[in-house]
């Protein structure tokens, strides 16, 4: 048999023998292992694993940059059509290169109307991401041409909507009230592009070039991303340089468009879906990184204390002529199994924990679905353990290979005061550093909870309570303009007689949805040169929009149902828009024109007729931006979400407005039904979720360092056992001795929370870009998070302190 065998064996019998002890290691190695493990699983799936494409490192994704001044350095901005052709047709980095753009349809004549997820893609897309369908085919150069209608469905949609029929191909389907015919079907785990809800189908930008002004010959309706797969060899600074001499060609050639469009932002796609969810991932992966050092050192004590009760047996067997090598091998192979039972504990354990944490993930998760403890978490976890055995494990194995065996005998007999003090030196500092390390992850979880404090308390701009909001799309086939208006009308009106309706609009895009277009503009008398027309985020809304939201009107009038198609051309600014664009001015009565309309050849003059207050477009950290709005009638460019608020739970109204609905046109499909209480929910999710992962490590971490703490104590009161009951016998009073551990342990928290706080100063500034109206050097959240550990401290301390105090001094000497 092998001396690591032999070693193996006896680990196996000395760790039966202590079953308090290798539970407790056990149990805390899993605490450790098991919550690194369950985020480990989410960065992996989220972050590390390479897209499901062929090569995907040669897959980019491509932006232009916005140089105009005053915008950050890499203000990315979708392609119009015409700049996406001349980048496809000019470049010399590319193997493929692919636009898409994202739009909903609706489904009718297979069952119930659906409205589906949709994109519109340029014909390379498959081919790009060198994806196939497992039916029919991709798309042909052909399919671009204006009047192809053809169509990918998703695996889901096929296996949902079609039955799963094979017979599919070749199949007409009906979209928008428009025929198109089914060319294939994709694998089940293709997803592209990565979001949530996943996309239902694809068709090409055939769509997009037809009408009086397709979208495909207009340079300046800037809405498209771009992939693209890099030819073998290309690097991304060659694709920089490539981009820059076609964007400032086109600069040139079309200024009134394009004058600050001369450079191009290029990333790995993969950083296109994950890049705002990296710094939040990183975060947690180090603060659970924390808790398993924690729960590392807190082992390596438990081995010091255990070995220290095993000094006789390791002085015996360095005295029949065991090496120094050979008793760290024994040390060592000991703290390796048990850091690998507390391993196979762990994955146990991290299964539960993110079945737990998926249910809490943000609703945008990127590839959420895909997180699972694979054969890579598995080989992680082993390494791990592997790795956590030997950290923690090496420092008492070096310190007992050092023992003197003579000394050691001697010290058994005698059981020296002096020397248990000195042994006790190395678990002061253990308990030093576990309460330093949990000090730096109290404070993190500390300034994230202020932080999240701050965004919920934030202002949207409007009452996002008792509001049910839903969407439809009227097919631009069966509806016109006119048809559109109408169509509302009714609707709003039938909505607004509903039983415990207060009141009914329509807007797009809403608040907090995350949907935005961005439109120039110009003001009567204040001329610009061409191509440096201001721009600014732009809603249409129907009358009653401000009155159900609740925005507060500040100056003039809201929208009315005066404002309509054949009336005089209006519109409304926000104050943000006012401060910039009117400095010192009254607004309403000046005149603007938008280049948004939907007579795009010639957009009206319009009347400012009110002012209205700031809302948060994206998200409730951003600050509020120039903003303004027109009146639906007078642009009849999408189907507005309909906004509804209730006197009660505006859950209960879903039904009558499905209702309501099919009475006007049962081929119209509800969609994304939701009410602004669960929008505000969501847009504060990332944070709260970020805030409430590193708070629960953060209260491990101080379980764990409580427990280091009390079990240093205790083991102090163990070994000074004699020297106590001598202290009594002499004189000292219960509330000395009591004052003596409680003061031992005070002194070591305070150490550790000196070099906690220091380092604390140190490490928070990584956290500044994610805190919102909170310093990392928050004074409030150091006293606090300071207060917090010295009470547990104190607690931890307690118990022994107690105990030492009621010794009974002649029963200890005689035991002794």
């Known amino acids: 048999m092998t001396p690591v065998l032999q070693d193996l064996r006896f680990a196996v019998r000395r760790l039966r023998k202590g079953p308090g002890f290798t539970i407790t290691t056990v149990l805390t190695l899993a605490l450790g292992i098991g919550a690194t493990a369950a985020i480990f699983s989410l960065v992996n799936a989220v972050l590390l694993r390479p897209l499901p494409f062929p090569e995907p490192g040669r897959l980019v994704w491509l932006s232009q940059i916005d140089t105009t001044p005053g915008n950050p350095p890499d203000f990315a901005e979708p392609l119009s059509y015409p700049d996406f052709f001349d980048w496809r047709a ?41 994806a196939s369908p497992m039916l029919g085919r991709g798309f042909r150069p052909e399919d671009e041409k204006p009047g192809a209608a053809v169509v990918v469905l998703s695996h889901a949609l096929w296996q949902t909507a079609f039955g799963g029929d094979r017979a599919i191909i070749g199949r007409a389907l009906t979209l928008d009230g428009n025929t198109y015919t089914v060319t294939g ?38 809405s498209l991303d771009v992939v693209a797969r890099l030819k073998p060899g290309v690097n991304l600074d060659q694709v920089r340089a490539d981009l820059v001499v076609i964007a400032r060609g086109i600069a040139l050639q079309h200024p009134d468009e394009n004058k600050y469009y001369t450079a191009a932002l290029v990333k790995p796609l993969i950083e296109r879906f994950t890049g705002d969810l990296r710094p939040a991932l990183r975060l947690l992966f180090a603060a659970v990184s924390l808790v398993l050092l ?74 959420a679905a895909e997180v699972s403890v694979d054969g890579t978490v598995l080989l992680f976890v082993l390494l791990i353990s592997l790795a956590t055995g030997v950290l923690f494990g090496v420092l008492p194995a070096w310190r007992t290979s050092r023992l003197d065996p003579g000394a050691a005998l001697r010290e058994g ?51 996002p309570h008792h509001v049910l909001t839903a969407s439809i799309d009227l097919p631009e086939k069966r509806y016109t303009q006119v048809q559109h208006i109408e169509f509302y009308g009714q609707l709003l009106s039938r909505l607004s007689a509903l039983p415990g309706v207060q009141s009914v609009a329509a807007g797009w895009p809403l608040p907090l949805s995350g949907s935005n277009i961005g439109v120039s503009f110009s003001i009567e008398g204040k001329p610009v040169a061409p191509g440096d027309e201001p721009g600014a985020a732009v809603n249409v809304v129907t009358a009653d929009y401000f009155a159900t939201l609740r925005i507060p009107v500040v100056a003039g009038r809201a929208f009315t149902t005066h404002d309509t198609r054949n009336s005089q051309p209006v519109i409304i600014v926000n104050q943000a828009f006012a401060r910039k664009f009117f400095p010192g001015e009254d607004p309403v009565g000046k005149r603007m024109r938008s280049d948004l309309s939907d007579d795009d050849d010639h957009p009206p003059m319009r009347e400012v007729v009110g002012v209205v207050g700031d809302v948060k477009r994206k998200d409730l950290t951003t600050a509020a931006d120039p903003q303004y709005y027109l009146p639906w009638p007078q642009a009849v460019i999408v189907s507005p979400t309909l906004c ?26 509800l969609s994304r039904v939701i009410t602004l209480d669960e929008s505000m929910s969501r847009a504060a ?43 009594v016998a002499l004189g000292a009073r ?22 906690g706080v220091a380092a604390s100063i140190g490490l928070t500034r990584f956290l500044q870009d994610m805190l919102y109206r909170t310093g990392p050097l928050d004074a409030v959240t150091f006293a606090a998070v300071a207060a917090v550990v010295l009470l547990a401290s104190l607690g ?21």
């Open 294 to 367: 924690i729960a590392c050192v807190n082992v390596a004590g438990l081995l010091l204390a255990r070995a220290s009760h095993r000094r006789p047996e390791i002085a015996l067997r360095t005295a029949l002529g065991a090496s120094r090598l050979e008793v760290m091998r024994q040390m060592l192979v000991e703290s390796v199994l048990l850091s690998l039972c507390g391993g196979a504990l762990g994955i146990l354990l991290s299964s539960w924990v993110l079945d737990a944490m998926l249910r809490l993930v943000p609703k945008n998760l990127p590839r």
């Open 413 to 463: 007999a005698t059981r020296s005061v002096a020397s248990n003090r000195g042994r006790n030196r190395l678990h002061n500092w253990l308990v030093i550093a576990e309460t330093a390390l949990g000090l730096v992850l109290l404070v993190g979880s500390g300034l994230l909870i202020r932080s999240f404090v701050q965004i919920v308390r934030v202002n949207p701009g409007f009452d």
């Open 734 to 755: 219960s509330t000395d001795v009591l004052r003596m551990v409680l003061g031992r342990g005070l002194v070591l928290a305070g150490a550790g929370l000196a070099i």
């Open 685 to 727: 999710s990332q944070p709260w979720f970020q805030t409430l992962l590193v708070t629960c490590f953060a209260g491990m971490a101080l379980l764990l360092s409580a427990v280091g703490l009390y079990a240093v104590l205790s083991y102090m009161v163990v070994q000074r056992t004699m020297e106590i009951g001598v202290r």
């Open 796 to 816: 931890a301390s307690s118990v022994p302190a107690w105990r030492a105090a009621r010794l009974d001094p002649m029963q200890t000497l005689r035991d002794q």
């Open 185 to 222: 079907v994709m694998p089940p785990k293709f997803n592209f592009p990565v979001r949530s809800p996943e996309v239902s189908m694809w068709t090409t930008l055939a769509i997009d070039a037809t009408g009086k002004s397709p979208r495909t010959e207009q340079r300046g309706n800037d």
């Open 90 to 130: 000019q470049n010399h980095s590319f193997s493929g290169i692919a636009s898409y753009r994202n739009s909903g349809f609706t489904l009718t004549g297979s069952g119930e109307p659906r409205q589906l997820v949709g994109e519109v893609v340029s014909s390379e897309f498959f081919r790009v991401l060198g």
């Open 644 to 669: 509804i608020r209730t006197a009660g739970d505006p859950d209960n109204l879903v039904h009558p407005l499905r209702a309501e609905l099919a009475n006007l046109d049962r081929d119209i499909p």
